[in-house]
């Protein structure tokens, strides 16, 4: 049966991670094993228990309990499941519950590179690319169109942040990825990658050059939403490719662009 538990308390410390704690505080640098995540959404919540994350509590309204999240709650165990009318979660949490159910979860240990890394053929790297909705997206078109697994630069926004995990319809929790402990990363060659960046110069290659699908190991690297990839980190890699365009357009979002590249460089 379930535990459930209406909300009268606002200043409940239960509903802190809910309702007062910021995306930094969830993430809890400092004790990284104390670390929390929201998942939002029915959809989410099972993919993230499907991969065998932890769940701590629930927070939902009250009609979903016998409703879209009894599947949920059934999975979750006896973990507390809070509950109200939406008026009151709103005021609670600030905003309205696009699905009408959040999972407070734990964080895992994030794996090595080598780990994650060993057995892929098609890996994405994303540098200082902030923008938790791009992130999002980036992780849908990833797990969707044949990458093996995300490496983030220290400057990229959380993928299990809220609205991160919302928009990639929980692929975050089915596709490895762990962040670079540096960059560049040495690792990357030795494990026999080679690296493409996308980006706009006059040595750019066509995403539809034959030699890039002739490598056996491939890593694509992707910049920041408004200056790109450093000139270092284009320096540095084996190759730079540009996708084709039309009407004299130059550039594409970096989350559109990298639906196109995966498509196109996915491994067969």
């Known amino acids: 049966?379930?535990?459930?538990?209406?909300?009268?308390?606002?200043?409940?410390?239960?509903?802190?991670?809910?309702?007062?704690?910021?995306?930094?505080?969830?993430?809890?640098?400092?004790?990284?094993?104390?670390?929390?995540?929201?998942?939002?959404?029915?959809?989410?919540i099972h993919?993230?228990?499907?991969a065998g994350y932890e769940p701590v509590s629930l927070l939902?309204?009250?009609?979903?309990?016998?409703?879209?999240?009894?599947?949920?709650?059934?999975?979750?165990?006896?973990?507390?499941?809070?509950?109200?009318?939406?008026?009151?979660?709103?005021?609670?949490?600030?905003?309205?519950?696009t699905r009408?159910?959040?999972?407070?979860?734990?964080?895992?240990?994030?794996?090595?590179?080598?780990?994650?890394?060993?057995?892929?053929k098609r890996i994405v790297i994303l540098e200082n690319v902030m923008n938790p909705t791009n992130v999002g997206a980036i992780f849908r078109s990833a797990a969707a169109l044949g990458m093996d697994a995300v490496l983030l630069t220290p400057g990229c926004s959380n993928p299990l942040y809220r609205r991160s995990a919302r928009v990639s319809m929980g692929?975050?929790?089915?596709?490895?990825?762990?962040?670079?402990?540096?960059?560049?990363c040495p690792?990357?060659?030795e494990m026999g990658f080679k690296t493409a960046a996308l980006a706009l110069t006059d040595n750019s290659i066509s995403i539809e050059d034959p030699v890039l699908m002739a490598q056996e190991k491939l890593a694509l690297i992707l910049g920041s939403e408004?200056?790109?990839?450093?000139?270092?980190?284009?320096?540095?890699?084996?190759?730079?490719?540009?996708i084709p365009m039309y009407h004299d357009v130059?550039?594409?979002?970096?989350?559109?662009a990298s639906a196109v590249a995966f498509w196109q460089l996915r491994s067969k």
């Open 60 to 97: 939902m309204e009250r009609k979903h309990i016998e409703g879209q999240a009894a599947d949920v709650i059934a999975r979750c165990g006896d973990v507390p499941v809070f509950t109200a009318e939406p008026d009151v979660l709103t005021q609670l949490t600030g905003f309205q519950l």
């Open 226 to 242: 408004g200056d790109g990839l450093t000139e270092d980190t284009i320096a540095r890699c084996d190759f730079t490719v540009k």
């Open 47 to 50: 993919r993230a228990l499907d």
């Open 187 to 189: 690792t990357l060659s």
């Open 171 to 184: 692929t975050v929790f089915q596709i490895p990825w762990t962040f670079l402990p540096q960059w560049p």
């Open 250 to 256: 130059d550039s594409l979002n970096v989350a559109a």
């Open 1 to 44: 049966m379930a535990n459930v538990t209406e909300i009268t308390d606002f200043s409940a410390p239960e509903l802190d991670v809910y309702a007062r704690l910021t995306e930094a505080q969830l993430l809890n640098r400092f004790e990284p094993r104390k670390g929390m995540f929201i998942a939002e959404s029915p959809k989410v």
């Open 100 to 120: 009408g159910v959040l999972c407070a979860m734990r964080r895992p240990q994030l794996p090595a590179v080598e780990e994650i890394c060993r057995d892929a």
